[in-house]
């Protein structure tokens, strides 16, 4: 199992900047691909972008170009750099912790981050 603890969300106008972290523990957390997604409500949670421990990103095709994400494998994070952020870009964004073993797949979620973009 791991545990995540989220920060750096907020408000922010359009075409602004937010970096979103996440710091993941536990004795998994090395080896769980950590990601982040976002939802809105009445919505499915979907995947903004994800990032193996050996820093290969996976983004969304919609995420690509404005978001970043990285990891520090010293400090168990992972990071989302934000920039030109659009009002559609609001939701609660949720980091992500996957643990893959044969066909299986179990996910722990931190506690959610809410970002807001104002016109």
């Known amino acids: 199992q791991v545990q995540l603890v989220e920060s750096g969300g907020g408000l922010v106008q359009a075409g602004g900047s937010l970096r979103l972290s996440c710091a993941a523990s536990?004795?998994?957390?090395?080896?769980?691909?950590l990601g982040w997604y976002r939802q809105v409500p009445g919505k499915q949670r979907e995947l903004v972008a994800s990032?193996?421990?050996?820093?290969?990103?996976n983004y969304a095709d919609s995420m690509k170009g404005r978001f970043t994400i990285s990891r520090d494998n010293a400090k168990n994070t992972v990071y989302l750099q934000m920039n030109n952020l659009k009002p559609e870009d609001t939701a609660v964004y949720y980091c992500?912790?996957?643990?893959?073993w044969g066909l299986g797949r179990s996910d722990d979620w931190g506690q959610g981050t809410q970002v807001t973009v104002s016109s």
């Open positions: 992500n912790a996957a643990l893959y």
């Open positions: 536990g004795s998994r957390a090395a080896h769980a691909v």
């Open positions: 990032i193996t421990n050996g820093g290969n990103p």
